[in-house]
């Protein structure tokens, strides 16, 4: 089975050399075989069983598990100790990372208070202890390194930002002793282990982060490390499906029975042997159904069937090799001393056979080396405003009070917004109206699995709608800052320590304990608790209380040093959003240019914010998008297909001598060996000579019958001029003689329609960019059409209903069937979904003369039930029939028979019914008008609600600081009570005219909209 997955074979394809045959084993019984099964098959020689003993008794035990071994780092040689050479010691090092750290103290707080001193002291020896201060000298060094190659480094991330010792030596940027961050949650006092720093990079300067260690400690001694990939049910029932020949839509239908996020140690072999109770326990209701479903096909003794047992038994085989996304491990030596090693065709270094846990525990040094695009996000904003307006912005040094920034996210204006651009996280936003740094540490914290049902009563204290309680007074210093509400883990750390005077140590232990339920370890810890508060005068009844909470929330409490660290490199791009909306959003439709439709996305948020983005130009775009002299967003160059950073850089280079004028003048000065035939033309279907005045998009690709487009004799004239410029004949007389090469004649032709215009943008592009065809349609989707492309994803919730669509009609493709029947494949395309659509029979007969490229089109289908096999009893997906099909153009005409005009009393002035008379006269028809005269009134109610909130598995949530690896991620509904203000109708007056008659137009449409008039159809 596996080697047919592994050739793409079928097995029923026999076994043998040569076409028509495939490779596999002679028989069933290579694999590895029981105790009992050897014992069986040697039952006439037991000597051989005997035998087989003395060999695994001269096998020596073999433990991969050493200390950690580091590189050496170079000290300057007044920091080295003359011992250390004997018996290997690192007083050295320790020597060099004190007076590094008591240097960047005195960089990082000015002066040097006793507390201050004192935290630096205690994790200096905790370090010392630990035998590792090389680990922080060799972060440190490539840190310093990267930050004068002005490669970008993040903030921190996990619980090293706790560490003083590290935001002295600029490994962090975040003040722990400012936001109450602690340093054992890093480094435990009273266990020796060793330190674990991730760093995050901009994700254009990483790779030369890598440089620059590989070429420091040699390329022999630094290597990435192996992943091993297993295959996953849904794949493993798609493979096993295509090697036993299930049809494609069989294989897609149990696939889709496979929940999309799988429990937690549950697979497919467990759900198929475990009772119905047990599955259900682990799994929502709408997955349940599902999962019985698959269980009652794999009892079934069909193909399907044999399918899903087959899939049981290959899910988790190993299925490739990858390498880790940003791991690396350093060795002292040659890594081959320490590791077996291979290679990967897509990397230069050496690869570790071992994957990351084995290298770990095998004594590597892994160092993680995290592209954050975030962080290239602020530095192309930061280049992008200094370009403009010759600003240096220090994104370190924003301040944290800033009132547009803090007002921007009470709007929920965070698309875009690192960490808080979620629907969910928006909405939360907009009710907590934060005004601290702390709140949006908080909401980071918050806002995932488990501790989101705290959201609306943080939300409520904050905004003084619930009163703020402590269990007892000494809780207000560590939770004042979350109105009461236990969020971090450092909080459960420091109150231990200050309740029950448990020491660091002890406190990290509590939190490990509680984060990982381990119910041994707590239960040890709980009567030290109670009775060491209980000695300093705290209730005891209050203090199995509050253990009894934290016992509860402790398992969700989040990492605090992470959550500010990534709250803070929010709170810049916020910054930026705020106060240089045009460059900012430059930056992140740069950071998104592979993804077009990421790109449309962030196009709309451009249109929200009234910042216009308009298409690419040779006279002012860049590679990535940037802001022009209007303040509009210029779109990149390089998010045209075919134009690659060659073309454009000689296109920006040679703009420096002024504008280019026209297509000649460009083909003059260009070199066009990097801007090739493809690029010039798909720069001219994108719209990036629209700049040149006199010419049209349609004259670039018009041919005189020649075969030749006019953009190519442009660049034939580019290329002549060139030639003739660089080979300039001397005269007789030593003078040079021009020879003046006349310019081809700009043909005279029709221009494209708008449609045909956009649709050739879209080729080049993938989106729309100087508008969307579908605009001029919207109210007859907003009318006529009641559902949107992606219900059809889902049809079992339509069946017996009609639904109505309108697109555009692409990628036709008419087909003839082996009988000789007619049938059809076409796209229908909305505003930013598509569906793919099969017609069949008479019905294809029927509408094939509206299956035209681009093609506006207005389809009816009904939904019905799937056919029924009679042999097996199976019914098949729902079906869809064909109703109608129409013109676009034709909808609002052939629909709109009525028009109702709503009309609050309060707006009904002289002026205003002169208008709207007049407006009605110019638009005389044969359409009914109706009024309804309302009179309105504000009014405040209380409802309950339930919020849907997405989780995104970010880089955010990780398995060693979040520390409760059953955690899952997803969609969560949570229950809330808001104030909601509605409009109440107190008196309502419809009014048919019995003589005024219009024509329903989009025209008269647009006028009512203008006049802020609101209306319905029909």
């Known amino acids: 089975m596996l080697l047919c997955v592994k050739d793409g074979e079928k097995q029923a394809t026999p076994i043998g050399r040569g076409r028509g045959y495939r490779y596999g084993l002679p028989n069933q019984e290579y694999y590895f075989k029981s105790e009992e099964e050897m014992k069986k098959l040697f039952a006439d020689l037991p000597e051989a069983i005997i035998n087989i003993q003395e060999i695994i008794d001269k096998v020596e035990g ?50 040097i208070t006793e507390s201050i001193q004192e935290r630096l002291d205690f994790e200096l020896l905790t370090i010392s202890n630990s035998g590792y201060p090389g680990y922080f000298l060799i972060v440190q060094d490539f840190i310093a390194e990267a930050r004068k190659m002005d490669v970008s480094v993040g903030p921190g991330r996990g619980s090293a930002a706790g560490s003083a010792v590290a935001y002295c030596l600029g490994i962090t940027n975040i003040d722990p002793i400012k936001y109450d961050l602690l340093f054992e949650r890093f480094l435990n006092p009273d266990r020796v282990s060793m330190p674990d720093i991730d760093i995050d990079f901009d994700d254009e300067g ?154 770990e525990s095998a004594g590597l040094l892994k160092m993680d080396f995290l592209g954050l695009k975030t962080l290239t ?68 914290a918050l806002y995932r699995p488990g501790p989101l049902e ?16 402590y269990d007892l007074d000494a809780c207000a210093e560590y939770l004042s800052e979350t109105y009461g509400i236990t969020v971090y883990q450092e909080q459960v750390m420091l109150l231990s320590q200050s309740l029950a005077g448990f020491t660091k140590g002890e406190a990290d232990v509590l939190r490990k304990a509680m984060g990982k339920k381990q119910k041994d370890v707590l239960d040890k810890m709980k009567p030290k608790f109670v009775e060491q508060a209980a000695a300093k005068g705290h209730d005891a009844k209050i203090l199995e209380k509050i253990w009894k909470d934290w016992e509860a929330f402790a398992s969700y409490a989040f990492n605090k040093s992470h959550s500010t660290c990534y709250a803070w490199i929010a709170y810049q791009t916020a910054y930026l959003k705020a106060h240089y909306p045009a460059e900012y959003m430059a930056a992140v439709l740069s950071n998104n240019m592979n993804d077009i439709k990421q790109v449309s996305f962030f196009m709309e948020e451009c249109k929200r914010m009234g910042l216009q983005v308009l298409g690419p130009c040779v006279n002012e775009s860049y590679y990535k998008f940037t802001v022009n002299d209007e303040y509009a967003v210029r779109f990149g160059m390089g998010a045209i297909k075919g134009v690659g950073s060659g073309a454009v850089e000689t296109i920006v280079a040679n703009r420096k001598d002024g504008r280019y004028k026209s297509i000649f003048d460009l083909a003059k000065r260009i070199d066009l060996r990097a801007a090739n035939k493809k690029a010039i033309e798909n720069l001219a279907l994108a719209g990036g000579f629209d700049s040149f ?253 339930e919020t849907p909130t997405d989780f995104e598995a970010d880089d955010a949530v990780f398995e060693d600081e979040n520390e409760n690896e059953d955690e899952v991620l997803e969609s969560t509904k949570v229950q809330e009570v808001n104030e909601v203000e509605e409009i109440k109708v107190v008196t309502k007056l419809t009014m048919p005219s019995r003589r005024l008659k219009v024509r329903i137009s989009t025209e008269l449409l647009q006028e009512l909209e203008k006049m802020q008039i609101n209306f319905k159809l029909n």
Not at 72 to 77: C, G, N, R, S
Not at 81 to 110: F, Q, S
């Open 62 to 111: 073999y433990s991969l598990y050493r200390d950690v071994l580091l590189p050496k780092f170079d000290i300057p040689e007044e920091f080295m100790v003359p011992e250390d050479e004997a018996d290997g010691g690192v007083r050295g090092e320790n020597k060099y990372l004190r007076h590094l750290t008591m240097e960047g103290a005195k960089r990082r707080y000015g002066e």
């Open 206 to 359: 990483r790779g030369r982060v890598m440089d620059y260690v590989i070429n420091k400690y040699g390329q022999k001694q630094v290597a990435q490390i192996i992943t091993y990939g297993k295959m996953a049910t849904k794949s493993a029932i798609r493979d096993t499906a295509r090697v036993l020949d299930l049809p494609l839509f069989e294989a897609d239908r149990i696939a889709k029975l496979i929940p999309g996020m799988m429990p937690s140690k549950w697979n497919l072999a467990r759900f198929i042997s475990e009772s119905e109770e047990e599955v259900k326990k682990a799994l929502r209701s709408d997955e349940f159904d599902n999962v019985k479903e698959l269980i009652a096909i794999a009892n079934e003794d069909d193909l399907a069937g044999e399918t899903i047992q087959q899939a049981k038994i290959l899910e988790g085989s190993m299925r490739n090799t990858g390498i880790h996304a940003c791991g690396v491990i350093i060795t002292p030596s040659d890594i081959t001393n320490y590791v077996p090693v291979t290679t990967a065709k897509d990397s230069d270094l050496y690869v570790t056979q071992f994957d990351n846990s084995v290298a």
């Open 377 to 444: 996000l602020i530095k192309d904003t930061v280049k992008l405003v200094k370009y403009r307006t010759g600003i240096d912005l220090d994104p370190d040094n924003f301040p944290i009070d800033d009132e547009e920034t803090y007002a921007l996210f009470q709007r929920g204006e965070t698309v875009g917004i690192f960490q808080y651009e979620s629907p969910g996280m928006q909405k939360y936003m907009k009710d907590l109206k934060p005004t601290v740094f702390g709140d949006l540490i908080a909401m980071n």
């Open 454 to 469: 705290y959201i609306p009563s943080f939300v409520r204290r904050k905004n003084g709608d619930e009163e703020i309680k």
């Open 693 to 945: 005045e006199g010419t049209t998009r349609a004259q670039y690709f018009h041919d005189d019958g020649d075969g030749i487009t006019f953009y190519e004799k442009a660049m034939r004239y580019g290329s002549k001029f060139q030639e003739n410029e660089n080979s300039s004949q001397v005269s007789l007389f030593g003078e040079t003689s021009e020879v003046q090469i006349a310019e081809p004649v700009v043909p005279p032709c029709e221009d494209w329609s708008t449609m045909e215009k956009l649709a050739k943008e879209k080729e080049v592009v993938g989106i729309y960019i100087s508008g969307h065809p579908l605009d001029d349609f919207r109210f007859e989707m907003k009318y006529f059409c009641n559902a949107r492309l992606e219900a059809l994803k889902s049809m079992n919730e339509y069946v017996g209903k009609n639904l109505n669509f309108a697109g555009i009609i692409n990628n036709v493709q008419h087909r003839v069937a082996k009988n000789g029947k007619g049938w059809a494949v076409f796209n229908l395309e909305g505003y930013d979904e598509s569906y793919e659509f099969k017609i069949f029979g008479e019905e294809y007969l029927k509408f094939r003369h509206f299956l035209i490229q681009n093609n506006f089109a207005y389809i009816k289908i009904l939904i019905k039930d799937g056919w029924v096999n009679h042999d097996t009893g199976k019914k098949s997906e729902p079906r869809m029939q064909f109703v109608e099909i129409r013109q676009l153009q034709d909808i609002l005409e052939a629909f709109a028979k009525k028009l109702i005009v709503l009309l609050n009393i309060k707006d009904i002035q002289a002026e205003f019914i002169h208008k709207l008379s007049h407006l009605f006269n110019e638009n005389k028809g044969d359409n009914s008008v109706t009024f309804e005269i309302m009179e309105l009134e504000k009014i405040k109610r209380l409802v309950e609600v």
